[in-house]
């Protein structure tokens, strides 16, 4: 079957770093995305990754090992506007497009 | 990154009215639409998948007949919700697929928040 899991809440500093870990379980992968969405928003795309390793796009990063089932989204120098949900998601299967996703992790950036 | 339109972003609705959601892509062909539902501190529950010029593919446990999906163009994707009930309120979400290669990435719309009273 197919599981995704991620933490429920996080809370972290303005300025400081955070990781948002995603663990998952699928007979076939296709891709690991995350999203970030605000309450009462659609989500917003951040990153993607296909191949193991870490994907570097300016404050975010993420990070992808397949034989592990595992990937991280490393925010940098927090700031009050990332207080959002962070959303996990996979693609499953060659040529299945369709999302599966995580329950997100809310994060509250505090001052 | 690609841009999606959804429409409109909140309706409030008499029980046993039917609502029309609007989602289009703005910038690009979007072969495959993708309809989700979210309820409060939930993730996105997939609905169904949308192909321009054939018959969408409902998730299990979606009333194909309650939720009417038709993509007729390359950039237009409807949902209809026939009937609504009350436990039909929730938000919907719309998402566009850019199509093709390894870097398959879905873009959101900004949602409808459907109250049916």
Known sequence: GQNI???TEMTATEGAIVQINCTYQT???NGLFWYQQHAGEAPTFL?????DGLEEKGRFSSFLSRSKG???LLLKELQMKD??????????????YQLTFGKGTKLSVIP | GAVVSQHPSRVICKSGTSVKIECRSLDFQ????????????????LMATSNEGSKATYEQGVEKDKFLINHASLTLSTLTVTSAHPEDSSFYICSASTGGGAKNIQYFGAGTRLSVL
């Open chain 1, 70 to 72: 595992y990937s991280y």
């Open chain 1, 47 to 51: 990153s993607y990754n296909v191949l």
């Open chain 1, 27 to 29: 007979s076939g992968f």
């Open chain 1, 83 to 96: 207080s959002a949900s962070y959303l996990c998601a996979f693609y499953s299967g060659a040529g299945s």
């Open chain 2, 30 to 45: 979007a072969t495959t639409m993708f309809w989700y539902r979210q309820f409060p501190k939930q993730s996105l529950m």
């Open chain 1, 5 to 7: 899991d991620q933490p």
